[in-house]
Structures are given as C-alpha cells and as structure tokens.
T-cell receptor, first 112, second 114 residues
C-alpha cells in the first residue's frame, strides 16, 4: 500500500528566502508525482508534474525533483513571496492503481 | 478555456438526507475522479470514472455512489448522510485514466452535515 509523507507539517520563513519542501513515498512503482498548492478552503492548483522517467521539472520560481529509487521528491521555491503562503501537497499515481495518493501537506507561511 | 467546474460550492444538509454533487471536466478530458478531504488531511480517493465506466473505488461505504454521463460530466451521490461526511469534496479531471497524464482539480464542494 502506497504511503506518502510530507515533513514538516508547517514551515514559516521570511520573505525572500529560498526553501525546500519534502515528500517521501513508500512504493517506487509510480507513473508520476504531482505537486499541488491549496489555499484555505479552496481546491487544488497543479504546480508541477514529474513523470517517473524524469528527474526534475521547473516552472518559474519552482523546481521539483524526483528520486524514484529512494522514494523522495523535493519542491524548491526560490525568492519566496507572501503570495506563496499556502498548503503544498504532493501526490503519486502508483502503477496498478487508479488514483492519486496524497500526503497530508506542508502549510507554508511567508513572513513579510 | 474553462477549468474543472463543481457545483454547488457550499451545501448544508441534515443527518440522514441525500446529497448530489456535480462536476464538469475540462473539455476533451474523459476521466473524472472524486476525492474527499477532511480538515487537516490530504484528499482521499473515492471513485474514478473513465469513458463512463468505473475504473476504481476507494475505501468508502456503499452510501457513496457516482456515475459519468455521455458528455463526461459526473455526479457523486451520498445517501443517509452522517456528521462524518462533512468535508471538502474535490473533483479531478484528466485526459486519460491511466495516471500518465496531469490531474486538474476543481474548487471543490464544501459539504456540512448538521
């Protein structure tokens, strides 16, 4: 059974700092890994999708890496801004499953 | 282009009642999935439909059911509502149901059972 863990559960950093969010998963047989952003009470916004054959993906100030063999992914946010404050969720689609398995998220607060 | 749209956005129901939630996927997407998110947790998988057929079902009681229509929109039905069904219900659409394509989520329906 796939399990996804995100540590830390919450993180506060001053504006302008670079930061890294961590995601780990127990079963390396995955199709892809996706990072999402969720604002309070809202739906999920897809940030980056990494296919199992890829090592990283970049979009603007965001960079996500994937090490499938060790079951780890990181989301790097450069030059953080107050607007980056949100909960960040990672999710994996495991082979043989018909669903995304989510972590519980990291609640990020950027301090102006 | 319109994203994934869900209706209603908020809903208050009484224990024992029935509720229907609706989802319209992104144009061209044939797969719709439903997830339940309780406060402080990650979304939990309920159903996946692809080409109007059920492809997967999560660990939810039979009170939960869903269907997908010929235009690929979908409904999630919950019977005999319990207080514990209070949650944010999320719909996701993707091109294919195989996990090889990106999933896009709607804004969710906030269900409160009193």
């Amino acid at each position: 059974k796939q399990e996804v863990t995100q540590i830390p559960a919450a993180l506060s950093v001053p504006e302008g700092e670079n930061l890294v969010l961590n995601c780990s998963f127990t079963d390396s047989a995955i199709y892809n890994l996706q990072w999402f952003r969720q604002d309070p009470g809202k739906g999920l916004t897809s940030l980056l999708l990494i296919q199992s054959s890829q090592r990283e993906q970049t979009s603007g100030r965001l960079n996500a890496s994937l090490d499938k063999s060790s079951g780890r992914s990181t989301l790097y946010i450069a030059a953080s801004q107050p607007g980056d404050s949100a909960t960040y969720l990672c999710a994996v689609w495991s082979r043989g499953n018909e669903k995304l398995t989510f972590g519980t998220g990291t609640r990020l607060t950027i301090i102006p | 282009d319109a994203g994934v749209t869900q209706s209603p956005t908020h809903l208050i129901k009484t224990r024992g009642q029935h509720v229907t939630l609706r989802c319209s996927p992104i144009s061209g997407h044939k797969s719709v999935s439903w997830y339940q998110q309780v406060l402080g947790q990650g979304p939990q998988f309920i159903f996946q439909y692809y080409e109007k057929e059920e492809r997967g079902r999560g660990n939810f009681p039979d009170r939960f059911s869903a269907r997908q229509f010929p235009n690929y929109s979908s409904e999630l039905n919950v019977n005999a509502l319990l207080l514990g069904d209070s949650a944010l219900y999320l719909c996701a659409s993707s091109l294919a149901g195989s996990g090889r394509t990106e999933a896009f989520f709607g804004q969710g329906t906030r269900l409160t059972v009193v």
